[in-house]
């Protein structure tokens, strides 16, 4: 039998030069990353391109061998594009499957493309431009999000709900309010994309291995060409940094976070115990034993993608937070995370605005459920305040033994009768019923950012000039 140990396994073409033989199956299979990496392809090529071209203008090639270089790289990207390409897990990552294929097509030209450049600074080139327009992607997502909360809100500025805190009925609030609240949330969210963006706006390429090169490169040229604002400063850090990344799942998660809290909240209004809101067909699914139901599963889903987002965040903060300067292949690591926790944030975003935008909400519902639980108490107590001269503490007292009496009968407040008001405190008028419909109420709360309709307009028209 032959032996097979060492001659029959090549060793490596990019790098094989010191080595009398190939890697162990197991060493194969725990160093590749083209089964995750190929997704980076467009940054690959267009990074090798941008390289090459400035190479040729600094004269460190030749002006013929860019031109074989780049329609080389040019047939490559076709060739993904259409299926066409042939991975190789032995040649281990996208940046060598380029190369070798670049060999394959136009020969020894192909070798000079590697000059003056390492993987360490085309890994961290590539992966950059990949989060850059991901984060992009994100922006313009999240913008659609908003977009939709502003629609509903000002379709429902004056709807009334009750307003919770413990998830106990506090206080009337409007719907719009409500609203609006996920539309500052998900403002702060993609104000954290925008300064990602500013944060990663700079070309990695040129730092090479880890320590710059001694050919005459010109690194301001590719920032340029790769729409980078300017190049980065320091080539150890340059290979070293994956903050980028990290800073991608931080804002995912965190933007997961206000999507889930969304989730619960649709989860919540449509049952029917609450029935403040039904989802469309569309955005929900059936039982199959259960003829009845309407189940809210994307909502479900998206709070349930929001724990695999935090576990990619966390995963790749335990990657980095050991290695030392400059480039570990532990950093490969990095791009499985941020690609799922992508794919996830996505889909989360499309899930809640469609959500958003289809579902029905019932305002009777609401109504009914503002007025329940005593949620004007505090209206009655500011009542005491201003028209009584009561200080806020004695009115709550107050207050609180008409919600002990109202509770003892069976009734709301704005139902007690005057007398029965009286003798729990003198200076109650018939006035106070102005206060006491929940529609008094929200119109009342007009300070600054409350929950009154002219004040959520107020706000609706801030956010319509910002988006
Ligand atoms: N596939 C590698 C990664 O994702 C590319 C960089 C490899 N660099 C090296 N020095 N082995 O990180």
């Not at 108490?377 to 609180?400: Q, Y």
């Not at 003892?408 to 008028?429: M, N, R, V, Y």
């Amino acid at each position: 039998m032959a032996d097979d140990t060492t001659d029959t396994k090549s060793s490596n073409q990019m790098w094989g030069g010191r080595f009398a033989s190939g890697p162990d199956a197991i060493m194969e299979e725990i160093n590749a990353s083209i089964g995750f990496d190929k997704k980076l392809f467009a940054q690959d090529i267009r990074g090798s391109i941008a390289h090459a071209t400035m190479l040729a203008h600094q004269g460190i090639i030749s002006t013929d061998d860019k031109d074989k270089i780049v329609h080389g790289l040019n047939t490559i990207l076709s060739e993904i594009e259409s299926g066409n390409f042939e991975f190789s897990r032995q040649l281990e990552d996208i940046h060598m499957n380029v190369e070798a294929r670049l060999a394959t097509l136009i020969g020894p030209a192909a070798g000079r493309l590697h000059t003056a450049r390492s993987r360490n600074d085309q890994v961290a080139l590539d992966f950059r431009l990949w989060v850059k327009e991901e984060l992009q992607k994100t922006e313009q997502m999240l913008t659609g999000l908003i977009a939709a909360f502003l629609d509903r809100a000002e379709e429902h500025a004056e709807s009334v709900m009750p307003g919770f805190t413990h998830l106990q009925t506090a206080q009337p609030v409007t719907f719009g309010h409500h609203c609006m609240a996920y539309v500052e949330m998900f403002g702060r969210d993609r104000s954290r994309v925008r300064h990602a963006i500013e944060h990663l706006d700079e070309s990695p390429i040129g730092a090479a291995a880890l320590a710059g090169t001694g050919y005459p490169i010109d690194r301001h040229m590719t920032a340029k060409a790769l729409g980078f604002r300017e190049p980065t400063r320091n080539s150890i850090d340059t290979v070293s940094d994956r903050d980028f990344a990290i800073e991608f799942l931080s804002i995912a998660a965190i933007a997961g976070m206000h999507l889930s809290r969304l989730a619960e909240e649709i989860v919540i209004w449509s049952t029917p115990q609450f029935g403040f809101v039904r989802l469309s067909d569309a955005f929900s699914t059936g039982s199959s034993i259960m003829p009845q139901k309407k189940n809210p599963d994307a909502a479900e889903l998206v709070r349930a993608k929001t724990g695999r987002i935090n576990g990619s965040l966390v995963a790749l903060l335990t990657i980095m937070k050991g290695l030392p300067l400059a480039y570990s292949k532990d950093m490969q690591e990095d791009k499985e995370q941020v690609f799922d926790a992508a794919e996830s944030l996505e889909l989360a975003i499309a899930a809640m605005t469609g959500m958003v935008r289809d579902m029905t909400v019932n305002t009777a519902r609401m109504k009914a459920a503002a007025g329940s639980g005593y949620s004007t108490a505090t209206d009655l107590a500011d009542w005491l305040v201003r028209e009584a001269g009561l200080p806020f503490r004695d009115a709550h007292h107050v207050t609180g033994r008409a919600v002990a009496l109202a509770e003892s009968k069976g009734c709301d407040l704005a139902e007690l009768p005057l007398s029965d008001l009286q003798a729990i405190h003198a200076a109650i008028t018939d006035k106070v019923y102005d206060v006491l419909t929940v529609e008094a109420s929200v119109a009342s709360r007009k300070s600054f950012g409350g929950t009154a309709p002219s004040e959520v307009r107020r706000q609706i028209a801030f956010w319509r000039a910002r988006n």
